[in-house]
């Protein structure tokens, strides 16, 4: 049975992030993308000019039509941009109860423009963790959520990423990619086990929309896999081998996007 990935997401006119990239993922995981649209963000490889949000109510509006018709294997959920659509959203995941909902909590753009509101992140932390099966915060999005400092060493990820489940997230995927490196460390504080995942750091500056196409692939992939530890490993190969064949795009004067086909187009 082909699965059924649903993102609720902002869009990206560059195609290298967001929505457009979302539905890449689903497709390169072999499953059947569907999109619910959250913003219409103007931006490219370069920044963002402008975002223009979609009325809460519409995005209601959207769910519910969808939802009442298709079923929905996994949810990846990406910008939310203010604390209306937060709760949107969330009243939403409360009255249909998809499965495998992963929550990338978008905050700010690589170009380091930011994407959610700051009064929203408390929305994102109170209505919107307690209601997903994953989050997936790098280390900076990781202590807005916690109103803490962003932590500098790999040795303080579990305690951060329980810290996280403490919140409410049923399990989280700390990224450490901040950290430097030639390797990059996440860890995955999932059903009662903290695994330390290692893997390398590849040398493109060609890495616009890794968040976004990482969280996508994980739900695509647990749609397909007995487990989260599964989804997830696999996700992280997946995004290697996109972001070593990223320089093959040419796209933009700026942090390209990582080649989402890399393993189908010759």
């Avoid at 769910?63 to 996994?74: E, F, M, N, P, S």
Wanted: hydrophobic share 45%; glycine share 10%.
């Amino acid at each position: 049975m082909i699965r059924n990935v649903l993102t609720i997401a902002g869009t990206d006119p560059s195609g290298g992030a967001g929505v457009q990239a979302d539905l890449k993922a689903f497709s390169a995981h072999e499953t059947y993308g569907m999109s619910v649209t959250t913003a219409l963000v103007a931006q490219t490889t370069t920044g963002v000019s402008s975002v223009h949000e979609v009325p809460a109510g519409f995005v209601t509006e959207q769910l519910r039509t969808l939802l009442d018709d298709v079923r929905v294997d996994a949810v990846k959920i990406g910008m939310l941009s203010d604390a209306a659509i937060i709760g949107a959203v969330a009243a939403e995941l409360e009255r249909y109860s998809p499965p495998n909902v992963v929550l990338d909590p978008v905050m700010v753009a690589k170009s380091g423009d930011r994407l959610l509101a700051g009064e929203a992140v408390l929305a994102l932390r109170d209505e919107l963790l307690p209601r997903v099966d994953l989050i997936t915060p790098n280390l900076p999005e990781a202590a807005d959520l916690l109103g803490a400092e962003e932590i500098t060493d790999v040795g303080e990820m579990p305690e951060q990423a329980a810290r996280l489940r403490e919140l409410g997230a049923a399990r989280v995927l700390l990224k450490g990619g901040h950290l430097g490196g030639s390797s990059s460390v996440d860890v995955l504080d999932a059903d009662g086990a903290v695994e330390s995942l290692r893997g390398e750091r590849v040398d493109t500056r060609n890495d616009h929309g890794t968040g976004c196409t990482l969280s996508a692939s994980i739900a695509a992939l647990r749609a397909r896999r007995p487990d989260w530890s599964t989804a997830v490993r696999e996700a992280k190969e997946y995004l290697s081998g996109a972001l070593r064949a990223a320089d093959q795009l040419e796209v933009g004067n700026g942090h390209g996007p990582v080649h989402h086909f890399y393993a189908w187009w010759g």
